[in-house]
């Protein structure tokens, strides 16, 4: 895409806008939806990443992060820091029957789960909020380099 602006210039407003930007996204609260997918080009050889997402039901705001490759990014350690560090302690977490969610209680957080792949959702919004961050995950992938956008993006 060319354009008629110059690099520094394109450079200088960069600036002034990123000193704006909070150095950390605030955490998700209440009732939080999570879920985690794979993401890759179509027939490609090249690597499947591991896209978990968590949205907060009653405003939208949504969390995204790379959490791995196919081999690691689904693993609880990987899924439980990804919780953490998006969503505050206390919150209800709802997420689908993945083992890897199942000790989230053990680090302060209610938990229920569901079998999204026999339909079960906690409610309607829900799951629209999981197909919205699923949604998300999927732009997140296919517009960016995913080895150079490999951290948490601040709510949407």
Not at 50 to 75: F, M, P, Y
Request: some cysteine; hydrophobic content about 35%; proline content about 3%.
């Amino acid at each position: 895409m060319q354009t008629e602006l110059s690099y520094q210039k394109v450079s200088r407003w960069y600036e002034r806008f990123r000193i704006h930007l909070p150095d950390t996204a605030p955490l998700l609260e209440g009732i939080v939806q999570a879920d985690e997918s794979y993401f890759s080009k179509k027939k490609s050889k090249q690597a499947k990443y591991i896209v978990a997402g968590a949205v907060e039901s009653h405003s939208g705001k949504t969390a995204l992060q790379i959490t791995g490759d196919h081999d690691s990014g689904r693993d609880r350690a990987v899924l439980e820091q990804f919780i953490q560090d998006t969503v505050k302690s206390s919150s209800m977490v709802v997420a689908d029957k993945w083992y890897a969610y199942d000790e989230l209680p053990l680090l302060g957080y209610d938990h229920e789960s569901h079998n999204h792949s026999k339909g079960d959702y906690s409610d309607t919004k829900d799951r629209d909020c999981l197909e919205l961050c699923i949604c998300w995950g999927w732009w997140f992938c296919s517009a960016s380099n995913v080895s150079a956008y490999s951290t948490l993006i601040p709510n949407i």
